[in-house]
Each structure stands twice: as structure tokens, then as C-alpha cells.
């Protein structure tokens, strides 16, 4: 749960908008973006794809704490809205949100299991429900991530978000009885144990109309005696 450090990275004004000049960055090496947030007008930039890349690729992800560098001055920013071209995956657009250290803002943090379950390895299967926790926080407080430990977890047990460990300075707004995960019997299992089920109340029924049976066959048998006995 260690906090992220923060990242330089070098920007360059942006002259002109549109398709035409976008496309032209691009083929340049370069990503169109906007730093915008602190009531300042929207400025428009560009940066290195490469060094984009490297920066949204550390342990905190899209939460990464950006010292971005506009006309010289340092800007502390975190990227926001991060487009990618479907086809290709390359970056296509990313916005800045400028933010300040003393001021909380809000991010998703992801959820990261260590550990392997007892239940799982008697056979049982993790379920995870939840893969991010909404928080609240100063920036330079942003988890790369929430560590859950699912060692001692065996099968029918659960975790729920007020299960989980958090890091002082962080404030959960996802609900509390909210499930994380679970680890549970396999599907396959749980038929096998009903079809099982079935099969053995089935049997003592049929088991049991033949014990109600036999009665009336003896007394059949024994009403049959007696006519033979009147007629000799």
C-alpha cells in the first residue's frame, strides 16, 4: 500500500485545434492534451507518446501524481480522460487535472489480492465482486492500491469493504457492505451435491413404499388361505 511517487513530465504548447493539427502530432510521436482544473482556462498541450506511455505504466496506473511542465513552470496534475485509438491502442487524447497538495480529490484505487485462500485450495473458487475502491484523499496520500489478503479465507467466507485495511489519510466513499469477494463452492460441485441430494431422498421414498406395501400383500395372501380352507 506504499504511496506513489510522483512523476516528471515535459509538455509542449499546443498551437491550433482540430482533426488536422491532431492528426499531424500523431504522426509526429506526439499525444494532444489539455491541462485544465483551479478555475484556469483550459490550456492545450502536447506530449511525448513514449514518455506517456512510461508514465501511465508505474504501479499507480491512471492515478499517477504528474509534475507536468508547461512553458517552464511545474504544474501538479493527474491525468483524467485517457483516449486510445480502439484498433490500435495507441493514446489519442489525455486531460490534465491540475490539483493542489492540500486539497483532497477523488480517485478509484484498484483492489490487489495476495495470497492464496485454504478454501480455494480444498477446491473452493474466489469470486471477486469488486475491483476498485471509490476514495477520498490529498493527493500525495493515493494508494497504488488496496492490498486484501486472502490467506486465512475458507470456503463460505467473504470480505466486505469494511473488512478492509486502509491506509491513514484515505477515505472510503464506496459502501461499506459492499462484497469484495468470496470464495464459494464450484458450480459443478454444487450440482453433483443436489443431483446427490435427489437421488438419495428418491430412493428412501421408493424405499419406503415398498416397506407400505408388503402388508397388504400379506394380508392378500392370508385372505386367500382362508377361502381355500371353506372350500375343502
Known amino acids: 500500500m506504499a504511496k506513489q511517487k510522483e512523476q516528471k513530465l515535459q509538455t509542449e504548447l499546443r498551437e491550433g485545434t482540430g482533426k488536422g493539427v491532431a492528426r499531424k502530432l500523431r504522426q509526429s510521436g506526439r499525444v494532444p492534451a489539455v491541462l485544465y482544473g483551479h478555475g484556469q482556462d483550459a490550456v492545450a498541450l502536447s506530449v511525448d507518446s513514449r514518455d506517456l ?15 507536468l511542465v508547461v512553458d517552464g513552470a511545474d504544474h501538479l496534475a493527474m491525468p483524467r480522460e485517457i483516449q486510445r485509438d480502439a484498433i490500435r491502442g495507441s493514446f489519442w487524447h489525455v486531460d490534465f487535472l491540475e ?7 477523488t480517485v478509484d484505487v484498484p483492489i490487489h489480492v495476495v495470497g492464496e485462500s485454504v478454501g480455494v485450495k480444498q477446491g473452493g473458487v474466489l469470486e471477486h465482486h469488486l475491483w476498485d475502491l471509490h476514495v477520498e484523499c490529498l493527493p500525495g496520500d493515493v494508494p497504488e492500491a488496496i492490498e486484501v489478503d486472502i490467506t486465512a479465507l475458507e470456503v463460505g467466507d467473504s470480505l466486505k469493504v469494511m473488512d478492509l485495511t486502509i491506509p491513514s489519510g484515505v477515505t472510503v466513499l464506496t459502501g461499506e457492505d459492499e462484497s469484495v469477494l468470496a470464495v464459494v463452492v464450484p458450480q459443478a460441485r454444487e450440482v453433483e451435491e443436489a443431483e446427490a441430494e435427489a437421488a438419495a431422498e428418491a430412493a428412501e421414498g421408493a424405499e ?8 397388504g400383500a400379506e394380508g392378500a395372501a392370508g385372505e386367500g388361505s382362508s377361502e381355500e380352507g371353506g372350500e375343502s
Open 208 to 215: 419406503g413404499e415398498g416397506e407400505g406395501g408388503e402388508p
Open 99 to 105: 490539483v493542489s497538495r492540500d486539497e483532497t480529490i
Open 53 to 67: 506511455y512510461h508514465l501511465l505504466h508505474t504501479g499507480a496506473g491512471s492515478n499517477v501524481l504528474v509534475d
